[in-house]
């Protein structure tokens, strides 16, 4: 498969960009942004992707390899489609844990199959609306670096800017950029509780990630006069669920490797100031840690790498350092970007080589270096920030804690999140005399709830030809929920298939039927016309039948529940899930394997097709959960499927020797030879 991904990198570099009139326009190549493209080029449209920068994917192929998502359920069409790409790259099924480059090999394979345009290095700069209507933007070379075009004779050339026009825009962005101009409502920051009836939005003064008590803030402990250490704010705590305009930190994903033949030492980066990690050294006094772990979040990655997040009370988050990037000219956030990248090289340096730190801690770090082979056009450093939240639409429908909790329930969603309400801290402060963290919140628990259409358009007052899939219109703490990776990709396709669904029917974007956007993710969900694969989940009301007590869980589910049963095989238990098959042919079955204690070495499954039985035992105790973040799903062999037939499959104790799940099961259609 490597070969193969190699084989369909290509370079759009000197392909003429003379067309300036597009069916659609994406304006950010995230991970949304790609799917975007690839969706609406499929249902044949002409369509323009643009990068600011020069790589796609975003987070998703810029260090955060180790994929955020509460529950796979949620996660269809295109999107899961990515993660079952990245598998075949490692020779498995599906794969959610993957190194940085295979990430931005798989997006570039969706471009070259779709034939799409991508113009990198250019950002907006304005929006022309004529009632309500974007006629078209202006983009101009993203920075010095980028301005000046080099013939192969001749002097140099200054780029000039570009005026796209598009029936429908999409805005990808992290940033909501292609929103603002085109003046469409937003905010920034946090809102009290009291406007949306939550209870975790605002000021939180929490527990996680927080300092333990007894920590001074001074540059000279018991000082006041000596002045604060870095990072620490001046400002008194604030009442707790109240409103402000502050932003959850931001940080950067680092992909380090301990491979000895692919590491780069890490070095003293330009700009160092030790003094920005005295905290750390406070922390450590207090609160020793046994290894990295005790205060960086260390994921591993295939090939010996790293997904490496924020941990504790201060590890790679910046805090307080992003209030303005939202609303920032390009230069500000290059420069915030920056002293982003700055502050972390700084703080893997300060750990390596600080004589301050415990020795132990300083060998651990010393084993980790930058990948040879990541990131090889910006000096093996992530170009991508992690802009956890920008600017958020106020469009015609706000998602809030209460759709995450299910306690509101929209009808025309057009994808599922599953994610915990999650915000990291906003600033750090002196309470009673102690250095404490403020703005982390972590609460979930909740099973995947739909996202409305309503809440990725504008009001129609303000723009019908705009869908925001990523910046979308949420509450600050709903946000924290719905902005996972997996999500904002199935999002993307929603969009364009809206997108395209207008065009069809020459009305505005608001006007789409949420129900024929469901329709057509259903019917097509890889937007290729293939057959759609057939997932039967245990809490189906219709087709499946339970024979036997099962003890019916929800964590770690695939789906709202799991079915166990360890009674071994004392006595008949089973779970039959007919198969509604519409298209005749030979499936691949699978069966979904949560990882659980005590699991039976042994699950025997029974399939029924054209009235012959088959039972076979699947090795379920040998489950390689290996790149995944959960469960996995484990082939069961190839059937032979007629439509209209009574064809089933159960899953039973027969045999057990320990504990037996009935989960879910998948039946993929393979192609005609």
């Not at 193969?4 to 990198?9: G, V």
């Not at 915990?420 to 709830?449: A, L, W």
Request: some cysteine; aromatic content about 10%; glycine content about 8%.
């Amino acid at each position: 498969m490597r070969t193969i991904l190699s084989i369909l990198i290509f370079c759009l570099a000197g392909r003429s960009f003379a067309q300036t009139d597009y069916d659609i326009c994406v304006y950010g190549g995230t991970s949304a942004g790609v799917i975007a493209a690839y969706t609406a080029a499929r249902m044949h449209k002409k369509v323009l992707l643009i990068e600011p920068g020069h790589r796609l994917g975003g987070l998703s192929s810029g260090g955060l390899g180790y994929t955020d998502i509460g529950n796979k359920y949620a996660i269809k069409g295109l999107s899961l489609d990515f993660y079952r790409r990245v598998g075949q790259y490692y020779g498995r099924f599906e794969q959610w844990i993957f190194e940085p480059h295979v990430a931005e090999l798989v997006f570039k394979q969706y471009m070259y199959q779709a034939h799409l345009k991508v113009l990198y290095d250019h950002h907006i700069v304005r929006a022309t609306k004529q009632a309500a209507i974007i006629t078209s933007i202006t983009l101009e070379p993203s920075g010095p670096a980028k301005a000046i075009s080099r013939q192969p004779s001749g002097p140099a050339k200054a780029l000039s800017s570009r005026t796209i026009k598009a029936k429908i825009f999409i805005d990808c962005s992290y940033e909501g950029d292609l929103m603002a101009r085109a003046g469409v409502s937003y905010t920034v920051g946090r809102e009290a509780n009291t406007l949306y009836n939550e209870t975790y939005n605002g000021i939180q003064l929490r527990d996680k990630h927080q300092f333990p008590d007894g920590i001074d803030p001074y540059r000279t402990p018991g000082d006041p006069s000596s002045g604060l250490l870095w990072g620490i704010s001046s400002e008194p705590p604030e009442q707790q669920g109240g409103g402000d305009k502050r932003v959850q930190s931001y940080n950067y994903r680092i992909c380090l490797t301990n491979d000895p033949y692919n590491r780069i030492p890490v070095t003293r980066p330009a700009g160092y100031d030790s003094t920005r990690y005295e905290l750390l050294l406070r922390l450590l006094e207090k609160k020793p840690a046994e290894d990295l772990r005790g205060f960086l979040k260390f994921d591993l990655l295939p090939n010996h790498k790293t997904d490496i997040n924020n941990n504790g009370p201060i590890s790679t988050d910046m805090i307080g350092m992003n209030y303005d990037y939202p609303e920032a000219d390009y230069d500000r956030r290059k420069n915030i970007a920056q002293e982003h990248t700055v502050y972390t090289k700084g703080l893997l340096y300060f750990i390596g080589h600080d004589q301050r730190m415990p020795h132990h801690l300083q060998i651990q770090m010393r084993n980790w270096g930058y990948p040879k082979d990541e990131y090889t056009d910006n000096d093996h450093w992530t170009p991508q920030l992690y802009v956890r939240e920008a600017r958020r639409m106020q469009g015609a429908y706000i998602m809030t804690q209460a759709n995450c909790e299910g306690r509101t329930t929209v009808t025309d969603g057009v994808g599922l999140a599953a994610y915990t309400m999650d915000s990291h801290n906003c600033q750090r402060i002196v309470v009673n005399g102690m250095v404490k963290n403020e703005g982390d919140v972590q609460v979930g628990g909740f099973p995947p709830y739909p996202i409305s259409y309503r809440a990725l358009v504008p009001k129609a007052e303000e723009c019908r030809n705009l869908v925001v899939p990523v910046c979308l219109s949420a509450s600050h703490i709903a946000y924290g929920s719905i902005r996972m990776e997996p999500v904002f990709m199935e999002l993307g396709q929603s969009s364009a298939i809206a997108a395209a669904l207008a065009i069809d029917h020459h009305i505005p974007v608001q006007e789409v039927d949420a129900a024929a956007i469901r329709d057509t993710l259903r019917n097509d969900p890889l937007a290729d016309g293939s057959t759609p694969e057939i997932l039967l989940d245990n809490d189906d009301t219709t087709g499946v039948t339970v024979e036997g007590e099962w003890i019916r869980e929800k964590h770690d589910s695939y789906g709202f529940s799991r079915l166990t049963d360890e009674h071994k095989d004392h006595s008949f238990r089973q779970v039959r899930f007919n198969i509604p098959v519409t298209a005749s042919g030979t499936y691949t079955l699978y069966i979904y394997v949560p990882k659980v204690q005590n699991a039976s070495q042994n699950t025997t499954i029974i399939v029924s097709t054209n009235g012959k039985i088959a039972e076979t035992g699947i090795p379920t105790g040998k489950l390689q959960v290996e790149g995944q973040t959960s469960g996995e799903w484990m082939e069961c062999g190839k059937y032979p499927l007629e439509a209209g037939k009574d064809n089933y499959m159960a899953i039973s104790n027969k045999g057990a020797d320990g504990v037996i799940v009935a989960d879910a099961v998948l039946f993929i259609k393979n192609p005609s030879r």
